[in-house]
């Protein structure tokens, strides 16, 4: 990784305010859609709180794939989404085969994440690898969703920078091929190596939030609590990735407004609920009131 980079600009409300989403219109279709595809018969809930985050986060119309087993129990707890049902290993895991069964949702939607709650490493490696190809963007990949990257880092680069990779520092440790303590010592550089790489936007997550762009550019994000260190957080921030892009945000910027925005998530409930023990499941409903802050 390059020894010297540009100073990293500081997220602020001024530079949020500064650097506008694209309006919303009064049209589902018209805000975006967005799909998110995820989930396992034992990680159901990562993929209903990053659907949940996404639609938090201004997306105008919802569609969620994940096991056929678990479809229904989708379909109940979010009213507002298309469920597809998709092929399941003997394990509980999305199927190699379900990248075939999605492809049309996937290729009609305004932005994709692929990930959240995704389990068995090697089935959602053959997933990747079958559904990538045809994808235009934009793209946010996240969780074990970054093994086909983990494998070969250039499955990305047809898409032109329209991805955003969002990996905690285990994650980012894996698709760089080295020790987490290097991602410690370094974080932003490691961002940087793996945008670099990969040609995708990275937003790597942490106690501080580093965003790099396959450009060079870099921005670093001190906003949020310690509260944020729960499961299913990274989920959240994730799913708020993804309705950005659907939003049209492109994809530096959705990934820099969506750290922000997780992080002053945080916040408000620490004052409201306090400084530990909220849920993740509580953060979605803080981002349209965070979005409001930073309104133009």
């Known amino acids: 990784m390059p020894s010297s980079r540009p100073d990293?600009?500081?997220v602020t409300p001024e530079l949020l305010r500064a650097?506008?989403?694209?309006?919303?219109?009064?049209?589902?279709?018209?805000?975006?859609s967005i799909l998110v595809i995820g989930g396992s018969t034992e990680t159901l809930g990562a993929v209903l709180l990053a659907a949940t985050a996404a639609m938090r986060a201004g997306a105008g119309k919802l569609q969620v794939a994940t096991v056929a087993s678990m479809a229904p129990h989708v379909a109940t707890a979010l009213p507002e989404a298309l469920v597809r049902a998709l092929p399941q290993t003997g394990g509980g895991a999305i199927g190699p085969e379900a990248a075939d069964v999605v492809r049309d949702l996937a290729e009609a939607?305004?932005?994709?994440?692929?990930g959240p709650g995704m389990a068995d490493k090697e089935a959602t490696q053959a997933f990747g690898e079958r559904l990538l190809p045809h994808l235009r963007g934009p793209l946010a990949l996240d969780a074990l969703g970054l093994a086909t990257v983990t494998a070969d880092e250039g499955c990305v680069h047809h898409l032109d920078g329209r991805v955003v990779l969002t990996p905690n520092p285990t994650e980012a440790a894996y698709a760089l091929h080295v020790e987490e303590d290097e991602i410690d010592e370094d974080p932003a550089g490691s961002a940087a190596g793996l945008a670099g790489r990969t040609k995708a936007v990275v937003g790597l997550g942490g106690s501080t939030s580093w965003i790099a762009a396959p450009d060079g550019r870099m921005w670093r994000d001190d906003s949020g609590t310690a509260g944020l260190g729960v499961s299913g957080s990274g989920d959240v921030r994730a799913g708020i990735t993804g309705g950005l892009l659907a939003r049209g945000a492109e994809p530096a910027q959705a990934a820099v407004w969506a750290a922000w925005l997780h992080g002053r998530a945080g916040e408000r409930l620490a004052s409201s609920v306090g400084r530990l023990g909220f849920l993740a499941r509580e953060l979605p409903g803080e981002v349209p009131g965070a979005l409001a802050e930073v309104a133009p």
Do not use: H
Request: aromatic share 4%; no cysteine; charged share 15%.
């Open 8 to 10: 990293p600009t500081t």
């Open 19 to 32: 650097w506008p989403l694209p309006e919303p219109t009064g049209s589902k279709n018209a805000r975006g």
């Open 109 to 114: 939607a305004d932005a994709v994440l692929i």
